[in-house]
């Protein structure tokens, strides 16, 4: 009898270290994202693939949206023994990582080179959107952005950026992002919501601040100490908003923001001309500098409707230029 029992006894075990070995197994198969600072566990199928480029799928914390997926661009001669800038690359209404690195990333033509081929020793990556209002497909942008409220996809771009760093060899003080039209509104929530995550950011045709307004007034992020630069580039004719936003209004009301929370004075700034057609940029210097560029129609010479909302050919290399200064 007592040889059963110890059998029996022994048995248990044997199917306990089984059952918590199979559980181990399936973790590291699908591995979620914690949301605070501890070390983010690496899916099998990112680590199996991790040190390429091309389109990613990984599962994130349910705050973050699951199963998300994004476009990531290495150099071609990538080592981890080197640290490289990262720059997020955020795409507007309905349209993919993949077809902003073609657009942004690769240029709008053969002889407007884009993003990528102006900025060497860098990882692009090119998040792609996940949620829906309507029939536009576009981004969550914060608690304050009714009806384009929520912070999974803020959730989702500091759980992808931690996803980086842990996986390729990121300078951790060199850490960027532009976008364009609601990519350019994403660009502008994460840099303040993440409390100055990103070194420097580069909104193109964004929406006016009302993400950051609450009862017609600035919300106030604590944990922002005014530790990113921001040049915003808007057009003066911008055909999307119209004449919601006469003489780039939506542009100086970005600015407006961030000299408020970068502890610049509005008065107090210097003019620097841009590009070919008498556009000027102004630089207010504060904690982190603010700059703005009120662009003129004519100088987009891509493919596309609505030109007045596109950036200048000159945005590439202008805004690659500043990046690499920090």
């Known amino acids: 009898m007592k040889t059963n029992v110890l059998k029996n006894h022994l048995l248990k075990i044997a199917f ?3 059952f918590l070995l199979c559980c181990s197994c399936e973790s590291k198969e699908l591995a979620t994202l914690a949301t ?3 070390p983010q566990p690496k899916s099998k199928n990112l680590s199996k693939n991790a040190l390429t480029s091309g389109q990613k799928e990984y599962t994130f914390s ?9 476009y990531i661009s290495l150099p071609a001669n990538y080592s981890p ?6 720059l997020f690359v955020f795409a507007g209404t309905h349209t993919t990582g993949k077809q902003m690195y073609d657009w942004s990333g690769q240029g709008w033509n053969p002889n407007t080179p884009g993003l990528e081929k102006r900025m060497d020793n860098t990882i ?3 998040p792609d959107q996940k949620y829906y209002w309507g029939s ?8 304050y952005a009714a009806p384009f409220d929520g912070m999974h996809d803020i959730q989702f771009t500091k759980e992808l ?4 760093k842990n996986t390729y060899s990121i300078d951790n003080s060199r850490i960027f992002a532009t976008g364009h039209s609601w990519g350019g509104d994403m660009a502008n929530v994460t840099a303040y919501f993440l409390k100055g995550t990103f070194k420097a950011i580069a909104p193109i045709a964004s929406n006016r601040p009302y993400w950051f307004e609450s009862n017609g007034a600035y919300i106030n992020e604590p944990d922002y100490h005014g530790n990113t630069a921001v040049w915003i580039f808007f057009g003066l004719d911008d055909d999307h908003f119209g004449n919601a936003s006469v003489d780039g209004d939506f542009g100086i009301q970005q600015a407006d923001f961030w000299i408020l929370k970068n502890g610049a004075n509005q008065n107090q700034y210097t003019t620097s001309s841009i590009g070919t057609q008498g556009d000027s940029t102004e630089t207010y210097p504060g904690t982190s ?27 590439f290399k202008a805004v690659t230029d500043w990046f690499k200064t920090f």
Do not use: M
Not at 136 to 143: K, Q
């Open 289 to 315: 500098q603010v700059k703005l560029t009120l662009y003129q129609g004519g100088q987009y010479s891509g493919n596309g409707g609505l030109l007045g909302h596109q950036p200048p050919d000159y945005y």
């Open 16 to 18: 306990l270290i089984s």
């Open 161 to 164: 950026l931690e996803l980086i």
């Open 136 to 143: 536009d497909r576009g981004w969550a942008l914060g608690n």
């Open 81 to 86: 023994s080197k640290k490289y800038r990262l």
């Open 124 to 126: 692009f990556v090119y």
């Open 62 to 70: 349910p705050a973050a949206g699951d199963l998300r997926s994004y």
């Open 36 to 38: 605070n600072d501890e």
